[in-house]
């Protein structure tokens, strides 16, 4: 099945900026939708957005409506997450997760990365 890699965390000052890469290999479908989440310790996984590969269509939570976008580029089989005016609640370890769009949207994908560490400081 799929097999997914979060890259591009680090540590970056409060209001900047930075962009996550979710690749996926292995055995992948035009159905699929990936979805990002993160999670800080501690507290639960809470949902960031969502992206269907087929049409593009985002769906983001309200707390992060306006800061972040996710896009996707087909070719590369990648998924970004952009992240702008970043804060230091926004610290975490960020996944990337996918599966067919119904199981994603009911908020059970099966296939997760690793996790990529970000760290905003003041």
């Known amino acids: 099945q799929v097999q997914l890699v979060e890259s ?16 996926a290999s292995g055995r992948t479908f035009p159905t699929y939708a990936t979805a990002w989440f993160r999670q800080a310790p501690g507290k639960e996984r ?10 593009g269509i985002t769906y983001y939570a309200d707390s992060v409506k306006g800061r972040f976008t996710i896009s996707r580029e087909n070719a590369k089989n990648t998924v ?11 610290t975490a370890v960020y996944y990337c997760a996918t599966d067919f769009y119904p199981a994603v949207v009911h908020g059970r994908p099966g296939y997760w990365g690793q ?8």
Request: include cysteine; glycine fraction near 16%; charged fraction near 15%.
């Open 8 to 23: 591009g965390g680090g540590l970056v000052q409060a209001g900047g900026s930075l962009r996550l890469s979710c690749a």
């Open 46 to 55: 809470e949902f960031l957005g969502r992206i269907s590969w087929s049409s």
């Open 80 to 90: 970004y997450l952009q992240m702008n005016s970043l804060k230091p609640e926004d």
């Open 115 to 122: 996790g990529t560490q970000v760290t905003v400081s003041s």
